[in-house]
């Protein structure tokens, strides 16, 4: 695996990561199996693909606990990124906490599931407009005075946010959602981190699995997935959004690699700090996904993945987290 550096004083780490969320939470609930997920774990970091990414709110809780299990006996061999700041609200919804209590009792708790003293990036999963970010990113910088967490980021957050917090303690990474369907991060976001040697960590990299020619109908999505309530999920929106894939596909048939592979490989070609983390349960997909660190793009292939129309249908439905 290639490797770069958490943005420009962070830990060496692989070009691709590894999004833990859809082992425990979210994707296909009745498709669990921890100890595949463990072993796919396991393969992740005998491969080189060491940058783990979970957060309390999985399961709730159930990700953490997972991951920690299968870092038992090699946790020096990860780097290990979790979030605080949203909670589930009883209804299946996702609420904001960004309260310094919270956060205080939350990094604790956090690094028991893990089964660990550390983790090595602590990040602020949605900012909270209830509380100055100020005082929640105090908290979250007093984590990393104790020794608790070795740096701190952002998800989804805006470049005002990005430098309010960076006032008062380094921001080492900003996760936000950045794929062939979701660009929106490119116009001032990605920039942004470039400049300043900030991590920018793509979650759902390839659009949920979408990009990745997965889903055909609606009818291909597992039984009570919660793809199937957001808006790209519905009908006519699949239908819609299949030339975008079919068009990656062909791009991946001239340079050797899938369409998720490719769809991979523009996303490194964004930025020297831009890692994606991909999200998989499944030893193939996981391979697979490693496999783009050696997909090569050239300036046509990247002139025509730019050139993708918008997809069809909004990020998120009314529940947005």
Known sequence: MLTTTLGDSGPEVGVIGLGCMGMTHGY???????DVSVSVIHR???IGVNLL???DVYGPYTNEELVGRALADRRERAVLATKVGLEQDGSG???RNGRPEHVRASIDASLRRLRTDHVDLYQLHRVDPDVPLEETWGAMAEAVAAGKARALGLSEAGIGDIERAMAVHPVASVQSELSLWSREALADVV???EANGIAFLPFSPLGRGFLAGRFRSADDLPADDWRST???FQADAIDANQAITEAITRIGERV???AAQVSLAWLRAQGRYVIPIPGTKTP???DANAGAADIKLGAAELAELDALPEAVGARYGDRRP
Request: charged content about 30%.
């Open 93 to 95: 919804g996702m609420v």
């Open 53 to 55: 990414d979970t957060a």
């Open 284 to 286: 193939r997909y996981l």
């Open 191 to 193: 920039p942004f981190c």
């Open 230 to 232: 957001t808006p790209r």
């Open 44 to 46: 992740a970091l005998d």
């Open 28 to 34: 296909d609930p009745h498709g669990r199996d921890d």
């Open 256 to 258: 050797g690699g899938t």
